[in-house]
């Protein structure tokens, strides 16, 4: 801990003063920021490194498992930042982020010892779709590729559960939102970004197009409605 605070000494006396002009701007104009990150808590992921982000370019919200619940009528943290960020800060870009060797999915794989922790358990059952795909359709499959494919599965269900939020919906309907699925590979050091055209997950690379879950396309469902009349 005590070098966590060294570090924080080092930022009002390096840090900050080297980037004062930026720092000067975001408290004069506010933040408008590119995207929306939710990834997951662990400490071995930092977004704003993966993405080098600088100040006022990333709104993160962070949680076990990079958990996005339906949307429901009670309140909860990751809902309202949601919220804030699509409604209040017109982010167009939201990214659900995983990665491997997540503790979560482990824990989705096999809950063994969650009945110790019932506000974890609880939480994890947003990824039961996840893990129930994995064992219905992936039966063969070893505990470390196990874990590697419901952390895939819980990235496109995640992205599922954010179009039930009211805001992304009409978002995606005005054709003013794209949705993107990242998986980060801590052992790889790379970031698999999932296509949704073809379902996959691939590598990002430069020069290449990037993949994203969902475009940006608007769509109104009375035009289909008059159509098929």
């Known amino acids: 801990m005590n070098e966590l605070i060294g570090r924080v000494f080092d930022f009002e006396k390096t840090l900050f003063p080297a980037a004062s002009e930026l720092f000067g701007q975001l408290t004069t104009h506010g933040q ?4 929306l990150m939710i990834s997951c808590a662990d400490s071995r992921i930092v977004p704003e490194q993966i993405m080098q982000a600088q100040p006022g370019d990333l709104f993160v919200c962070r949680n076990a498992g990079n958990i996005v619940p339906p949307y429901a009528t009670q309140n909860g943290g990751v809902t309202s930042t949601v919220e804030y960020a699509v409604m209040a800060l017109g982010v167009r870009d939201i990214i659900v982020c995983g990665h491997s060797d997540c503790g979560a999915m482990k824990a989705l794989s096999d809950p063994t010892g969650l009945e110790k922790m019932p506000n974890v ?3 994890l059952k947003h990824g039961a779709a996840a893990e129930n795909i994995v064992s219905s359709c ?4 070893d505990a470390k590729a196990r874990i590697r494919a419901i ?3 819980n990235i496109i269900a995640q992205i599922s559960h954010l179009r039930t939020h009211p805001s992304v919906a009409a978002a995606i309907a005005k054709g003013e939102m794209t ?4 998986m980060v590979d801590i ?4 970031v698999l970004g999932l ?9 990002l690379r430069e020069g290449t197009d990037l993949p994203v879950a969902l475009a940006a396309r608007s769509r109104f469902a009375t035009e289909y409605a008059e159509a098929a009349e």
């Open 195 to 203: 296509n949704g055209d073809t379902g996959e997950f691939v590598p």
């Open 121 to 123: 358990a609880a939480w």
């Open 179 to 182: 949705l993107h699925g990242w």
């Open 151 to 153: 952390t895939l599965e």
């Open 187 to 190: 052992h790889a050091g790379q």
């Open 138 to 141: 992936h039966s063969d499959l």
């Open 32 to 35: 408008s920021p590119k995207a």
